[in-house]
């Protein structure tokens, strides 16, 4: 890879939050449901290491 790569944009998510649902079909509504459940899950479970990190040092720096 070289360091002109870095100069393309981001590739654009395949569902975002906002998108148009109406000419979805059933599957492709399905996924999207899995897609974002999958990423709730993935939030979820950064935000519990982020809580108990914040709670380790909460209890290392207390008086």
């Known amino acids: ?3 002109l790569d870095d100069d393309r944009p ?9 998108d148009d ?3 979805l079909s059933l599957e492709e509504l399905e996924e ?3 897609a974002f459940k999958a990423e709730i ?3 979820e479970e ?3 290491r982020k809580r108990q ?4 040092a909460d ?3 207390k008086i």
């Open 21 to 23: 649902l109406t000419l």
């Open 32 to 34: 999207r449901i899995a």
């Open 59 to 61: 209890s290392v720096f």
């Open 1 to 3: 890879m070289s360091f």
């Open 46 to 48: 950064d935000l519990e």
């Open 10 to 18: 981001a590739p654009k998510p395949k569902f975002a939050v906002d």
């Open 53 to 56: 990190s914040l709670s380790a």
């Open 41 to 43: 899950k993935r939030n």
